[in-house]
């Protein structure tokens, strides 16, 4: 069974910076892809980085060039960061980690599952 816990989401001002954190556990995680994505009051989830077993990322535009996407492959268990430079108003949103249900890469919530229960990040103008 998969368990994924996010941490270090916090209040920041403009132009400041937060690193997210997700610990996963759960067999053969070092094998899928992992992704964070987010989700603001009254908005769909949307997605926002995600990393390859080999350590491949991939980006939302509206994050390219701020945000990093990293992961830590153990026997067990996965740490999967999310470094945020730059931040804006506009990136306030509960933060989520997840894992990719199957091979390949997407940018699909549908196609993620064994979700944390999130951490929160607010961004002040």
Do not use: H
Not at 10 to 18: I, K, R, T, Y
Not at 29 to 58: C, H
Request: proline share 2%.
């Amino acid at each position: 069974q998969v368990q994924l816990v996010e941490s270090g989401g916090g209040l920041v001002q403009a132009g400041g910076s937060l690193r997210l954190s997700c610990a996963a556990s759960g067999r053969a995680l070092g094998l899928y892809v992992m992704g964070w994505f987010r989700q603001a009051p009254g908005k769909d989830r949307e997605f926002v980085a995600a990393i390859s077993r080999n350590g491949t990322p991939y980006y939302a535009d509206s994050v390219k060039g701020r945000f990093t996407i990293s992961r830590d492959n153990a026997k067990s268990t996965v740490s999967l960061y999310l470094q945020m430079n730059s931040l804006r108003p506009e990136d306030t949103a509960a933060y989520y980690c997840a894992v990719r249900m199957g091979f390949g890469t997407s940018r699909s919530a549908a196609d993620f599952g064994s979700w944390g229960q999130g951490t929160q990040v607010t961004v002040s103008s």
